[in-house]
């Protein structure tokens, strides 16, 4: 439990949160599941991060890849900037991801197309650049996907999602 309250430490260290929503976020806690916008198991594993629409500004950090049992992770219409970290490749539960509606730039991950329960993708509306990773268009599971508004190049894969 110690590694994953020091990994949530570092996801608060990463960003700046105008409106208290951290405020309960504390290292001295043994029970992160007591946190606002954390969700957790019956067995105590965070399953879940809602950090949408908070005014949270700053970069995501690559300590969230340590969260390795979580499944969702919304953290649409704030005010993030840097890139997505390829650490989010090691959740591989993570079923559902939306980093919508902030200020991402880079390239998608190649990374994320290891994420073989991911059902939902929805990152439009930032300024990510370069080519779809082919490995994240081949994701068989995807049963929604959200790409636009970005500065996205080159050819567009085969997308295998249901719906995007």
């Known amino acids: 439990m110690v590694y994953i309250v020091a990994a949530l430490m570092l996801v608060k260290k990463e960003m700046k949160d105008e409106h208290n929503v951290f405020d309960d976020w504390d290292i001295n806690s043994v029970d992160p599941c007591t946190w606002n916008r954390v969700a957790c198991s019956a067995e105590?594993?965070?399953?879940?991060?809602?950090?949408?629409?908070?005014?949270?500004?700053?970069?995501?950090?690559?300590?969230?890849?340590?969260l390795t049992r979580l499944h969702s992770m919304s953290f649409q219409n704030n005010q993030l900037s840097g890139s997505i970290p390829v650490e989010i490749g090691r959740l591989e539960m993570l079923q559902?991801?939306?980093?919508?509606?902030?200020?991402?730039?880079?390239?998608?991950?190649?990374?994320?197309?290891?994420?073989?329960h991911l059902s939902y993708l929805k990152l439009s509306r930032n300024n990510l650049s370069g080519q779809i990773p082919e490995r994240v268009a081949n994701l068989t599971g995807l049963s929604f996907l959200d790409l636009s508004f970005n500065n996205l190049t080159g050819p567009t894969p085969r997308i295998l999602a249901k719906a995007y």
């Open 44 to 66: 105590g594993f965070v399953t879940s991060l809602d950090m949408a629409s908070m005014g949270l500004s700053g970069t995501l950090s690559p300590s969230i890849g340590n």
């Open 96 to 116: 559902t991801v939306d980093l919508s509606s902030n200020n991402l730039t880079g390239e998608i991950p190649d990374s994320i197309g290891y994420l073989g």
